[in-house]
Structure formats: structure tokens, C-alpha cells
């Protein structure tokens, strides 16, 4: 294996650091989350299905240019409806059951013969070693 030249070094060979050579773009989004306020950011790389998707996502303007989206946007903190409405969580909760897949009479004999067998052997096996264990303990304290 051969070093690297003094003064060099051999990370640039890991992938995780090859973003720039492989034309990996950060959205102006991203940016100006990480950055704060992001003017310069050249958004000539982007193809025309990327700035589509961003101006679709709010994030580019008409002009291409980020967009700042505006506070009357952001939902006031706290309750937004109101609070917990019951008759809505029932709701909710008759919805999603109705999603859920129900085992049919096959596969739910299956399901519990396969249950049986394993429940009884592990009451087996805890039988067995109580039973190691309780010869053990007698013939230690005998």
C-alpha cells in the first residue's frame, strides 16, 4: 500500500466527501436555513424540472431567485382549531381500522398454533432449569 506524499492526504477518496466532483446542489431552502439569508446563491445550475419543482414547493420565486416566505404563512402558535375534538379522534380511529388487514380463519389457526407450540416450550424449558436449580439448591444446602 502506498502513502500519500507528505503533505497530502487521502480523504478526498471517501465518497461521503466527493459532493462538489459528483454536482450535488443544496436548494436555496437549505441554504438559507443553514446560512441565514442567502442572496447569492446561483440558481442558473439548476435545470428547468428542479427550478419547476422549487417554484412549486415555494421555495424559488417567479424570477428563479430564493423566496421569503411571508409571517400572515406561519400558523399562530398553540391550538390551531381550537383543541382535541372527541368525535374527530373517533373518527380518525374508525378510519384507520378500516385500513387495517384482518387475518383470514387459515392464517389466523396458524398463527395461534404456532403460538401454542412456542408458549409451551418455553414453560418447558423454565420447568427444566427451576427443576436443574432446585436439585442443585438441595443438595448445596443439605
Excluded at 41 to 51: A, D, F, G, I, L
Excluded at 106 to 131: C, G, K, Q, R, S
Amino acid at each position: 500500500m502506498a502513502l500519500a506524499p507528505e503533505g497530502s492526504s487521502s480523504i478526498w477518496q471517501s465518497t461521503g466527501l466527493q459532493n462538489r466532483r459528483l454536482g450535488v446542489q443544496v436548494p436555496p431552502a437549505l441554504l438559507k436555513a443553514l446560512y441565514g439569508k442567502v442572496t447569492d446563491v446561483s440558481t442558473s445550475e439548476y435545470n428547468r424540472e428542479q427550478k419547476r419543482l422549487l417554484q412549486r414547493q415555494g421555495t424559488l420565486d417567479a424570477e428563479g431567485m430564493p423566496a421569503l416566505r411571508s409571517a400572515e404563512r406561519r400558523p399562530p402558535p398553540g391550538p390551531s382549531r381550537g383543541g382535541f375534538h372527541p368525535r374527530q379522534f373517533i373518527d380518525e380511529v374508525i378510519l384507520e381500522l378500516r385500513k387495517v388487514m384482518k387475518p383470514k380463519r387459515p392464517e389466523l389457526f396458524n398463527y395461534a398454533t404456532v403460538v401454542f407450540f412456542t408458549l409451551a416450550f418455553v414453560m418447558a424449558l423454565v420447568y427444566a432449569i427451576d427443576y436443574v436449580y432446585s436439585l442443585g439448591s438441595t443438595q448445596l444446602f443439605k
